[in-house]
């Protein structure tokens, strides 16, 4: 479905502030489930530095559903592993190969590329982005949120929109003029960063690199053609823009040696904050992103969760607005995500916080550790689920329903089965079940929400009820219809 800004019924639309990942990742759902938006920047161009590289399996898997996965994968580098050395010799390898996923590796693409692809395809959907086009102030009204923007002329106007959304990044107006607290710490801690040319890195071309030494870790982050992303601890020191001979230095110091670096693109310096709201939602107004949670960028896992977040808004802002679910719906955004901020908050920091150990002792234990714990197959499981973000879930959701001891999988978990859940124009739940009168009785029951034919179910006789993003809605015993009606009655707007 093809929208327009200009013949949209303004009083209808979703006003998205922000049009870096997380903010085009919401916009890309909206638009292709059929609702009216405008999505502002006040930057009159997309970022042309590389900023975030990692895209992790969990997220290309939920880009899919819009089929913009493919193309994204094309335009990055796919590196199947994480390999951890110190000067001396090899600690272990973190090897993503044998992931339960069709993405069996971390995508490493410039945000400034992931930003182009994403907005191309919004373009393609629609949508134009508003770029230099300024929140000045909103309000929240009976009828919805009024809003004053500037546009590139320096003009103001006042625009109406259903709900507001503010993906506007770590400093949000959207957040700070709703009040917001922004909790959490500085660490004390500098980094740099370069995007540089490197060679003589004895390392695969595709893998990440990560040297842990007694001056601290340095990390080697391929972008293509010999790039990479370099990024150091520098100690309790001002935050200032490396120069290239600073840089060289530290590659000298914490490397085995004969690894030069040239060519500068980007050379920058900076802190590292974890911080979060205590709210994603009031009224009509929602925060998603950086503008909701920060955190260290140790495992990547920053515009992910952004873009994780987009995606599980998105399908329930489409379901309220269809007037299909009620808009209690909405209040499981800020239950569901703010738990996978507040884990990754704490993963992220203890990472951190292994990477900068000082003091030669503790360094040659966390090294032997390491070393032992890579090497054996749980922890290798663990380690790259984590990373990958496919262990990321649901468990304490108010939507779960149902519970069968010893089965796979458990209310509020990723279920993939190929087919991604979800794709289409309507946001909708599947049922994965045998197709039995019951079956299509539960699905007209409910067929303003559930898909019109069942999915093929597992083999191990249970009811499973599919989430429009793939996760577990409701499970049970065949025969035992009651998880899965409780689930859907409850949100339901029309009632079963």
Aim: aromatic share 6%; hydrophobic share 40%.
């Amino acid at each position: 479905m093809v929208l327009s800004n200009e013949d949209t019924n303004m009083t209808e639309q979703i006003v998205i502030v922000g049009a870096g990942p997380v903010g085009l990742t919401l916009a890309i759902e909206l638009a292709r489930y059929g609702i009216p938006l405008r999505i502002l920047d006040s930057a009159k161009a997309s970022t042309h530095y590389s900023k975030a590289l990692a895209i992790w399996p969990r997220t290309i898997e939920l880009l899919d559903r819009a089929g913009i996965g493919s193309a994204l994968v094309n335009a990055g580098i796919c590196a199947p592993a994480v390999r951890i050395m110190s000067p001396e010799s090899s600690i272990g390898r973190i090897d993503f190969t044998h992931l339960e996923s069709r993405y069996q590796f971390a995508l490493l693409l410039p945000q400034s590329d992931t930003e182009r692809l994403l907005e191309t395809h919004l373009g393609d959907l629609g949508v134009k982005v508003d770029r230099g086009t300024t929140l000045k102030a909103f309000e929240e009204t009976d009828e919805g949120v009024s809003c004053t923007i500037v546009g590139p002329d320096g003009v103001e106007q006042i625009i109406q929109a259903s709900w507001l959304i503010g993906c506007d990044g770590a400093h949000s107006i959207v957040r700070n003029s709703l009040g917001l607290s922004f909790d959490g710490d500085t660490m004390g801690q500098s980094f740099v960063l370069a995007d540089v040319q490197v060679r003589g890195l004895n390392v695969p071309p595709t893998e990440i690199g990560v040297y842990w030494s007694g001056e601290g870790t340095l990390m080697f982050f391929p972008i293509g053609h010999d790039r990479y992303r370099l990024i150091a601890d520098v100690g309790e020191t001002p935050r200032h823009d490396p120069t290239l001979a600073e840089v060289q230095a530290i590659v000298d110091a914490r490397t085995p040696g004969g690894i030069t670096v040239t060519d500068p693109v980007w050379l920058s310096g900076f802190t590292i904050n974890e911080r979060m709201v205590p709210q994603y939602r009031t009224g009509r107004v929602f925060v998603a992103g950086d503008a909701a949670h920060i955190h260290s960028p140790a495992g990547g896992q920053g515009m992910n969760t952004g873009m994780q977040d987009a995606i599980n808004l998105a399908w329930k802002l489409a379901l309220v607005v269809r007037s299909k679910a009620r808009v209690s719906l909405l209040d499981s955004y800020h239950d569901e995500r703010s738990a996978v901020a507040h884990h990754v908050i704490s993963a992220s920091g203890k990472l951190t916080r292994v990477g900068l150990m000082k003091g030669h002792l503790e360094q040659t234990i966390r090294d032997f550790v390491a070393h032992h714990l890579l090497g054996h197959p749980w922890v290798q499981r663990q380690a790259t689920e984590q990373f990958s973000e496919l262990t990321i879930g649901y468990p304490n959701s108010p939507l779960n329903r149902g519970h069968v001891p010893h089965a796979v999988e458990t209310a509020g978990e990723r279920y993939e089965t190929g087919t991604p859940f979800g794709a289409g124009p309507e946001p909708r739940y599947a049922l994965c079940a045998t197709d039995t009168e019951e079956a299509q009785a539960f699905i007209a029951r409910y067929a303003d929400l559930v898909e019109p034919e069942p999915r093929e179910g597992a083999t191990d006789g249970l009811l499973r009820l599919i989430r429009p993003d793939g996760f577990v809605a409701a499970i049970a015993r065949q025969g035992d219809w009651s998880p899965l009606d409780d689930c859907l009655s409850s949100i339901s707007k029309t009632g079963s």
